[in-house]
T-cell receptor
């Protein structure tokens, strides 16, 4: 199956700093990538939809100025958590799909554990 | 608004048992449905994808069925093993007005499966 990577897998940062997380599709071109966050013992919550070359679409309640998303190429999307605070500590997961394909199957990255101290 | 429910929330079985995980949804206008596995602290692994026109998919010891009319999908695991222990998530993509999907997944809360030796 298709492979999606995320970097870093784990990051600890101080309150007030910014953190960038990368999501890459390694062996296919992803027209669309999605960013989720997951709190302990909960399911995934969609944060935003990222289409290559256009602005991301954010879900209700997600601050677009705090969670900056860039999808500059068909294989790379980045999520930047700006001015991070302890409540931003979470597990962030991206997924990628090719909406020009037949099945729209989504492939997930391994996730990034963010801890803000 | 689509709602996805998974029952049971948790399941503990002895090794070797056949088991069924249930997923129900409120809006039958779906494009596809995926079953995922998530190990603690990890990303999601796609197990099976069923297109809306299909009724079931099989992969090894796994079989997933889809009944749109009743708003249900089941994941059948044969001859369970301790290595099957994980959280199982079902998620679906909604059909849009153009007859395809925007790719967004709506997740259930998951079933935590424990298979003990």
């Amino acid at each position: 199956g298709a492979v999606v990577s995320q970097h870093p897998s784990r990051v600890i940062c101080k309150s007030g700093t910014s953190v960038k997380i990368e999501c890459r599709s390694l062996d296919f071109q992803a027209t669309t990538m999605f960013w989720y966050r997951q709190f302990p013992k909960q399911s995934l919550m969609l944060m935003a939809t990222s289409n290559e070359g256009s602005k991301a679409t954010y879900e209700q309640g997600v601050e677009k100025d705090k969670f900056l998303i860039n999808h500059a190429s068909l294989t790379l999307s980045t999520l930047t958590v700006t001015s991070a605070h302890p409540e931003d500590s979470s597990f962030y997961i991206c997924s990628a799909t090719d909406l020009g394909g037949a099945t729209y199957e989504q492939y997930f990255g391994p996730g990034t554990r963010l801890t803000v101290t | 608004k689509q709602e996805v429910t998974q029952i049971p929330a948790a399941l503990s079985v002895p090794e070797g048992e056949n088991l069924v995980l249930n997923c129900s949804f409120t809006d039958s206008a779906i494009y596809n449905l995926q079953w995922f596995r998530q190990d603690p602290g990890k990303g999601l692994t796609s197990l099976l994808l069923i297109q809306s026109s299909q009724r079931e998919q099989t992969s090894g010891r796994l079989n997933a069925s889809l009944d749109k009319s009743s708003g249900r999908s089941t994941l059948y695991i044969a001859a369970s093993q301790p290595g099957d222990s994980a959280t199982y998530l079902c998620a679906l993509q909604q059909l849009n007005a153009g007859g395809t999907s925007y790719g967004k997944l709506t997740f259930g809360q998951g079933t935590i499966l424990t298979v003990h030796p």
